[in-house]
């Protein structure tokens, strides 16, 4: 991703997750249920992908 992309994205993780614990658990409760460990890479953005799709469903 680039820097820009990366700028552009951190606002709506503000927006969807104010609080870091809600993030943690979503994350927490997907390794649980064996979410593919593919998605924890250093890129945030995959994360943040989840993460939107887990808070629109």
Do not use: C, H, W
């Amino acid at each position: 991703m680039t820097e820009i992309a990366k700028a552009e994205t951190r606002p709506m993780i503000r927006q969807g997750f104010a609080n870091v614990e809600t993030a943690l658990s979503v994350i927490e409760s997907m390794r649980l249920t064996r979410v593919p460990m593919s998605i924890f890479v250093s890129d945030d953005m995959v994360i943040v992908l989840y993460l939107l799709t887990f808070q629109l469903t």
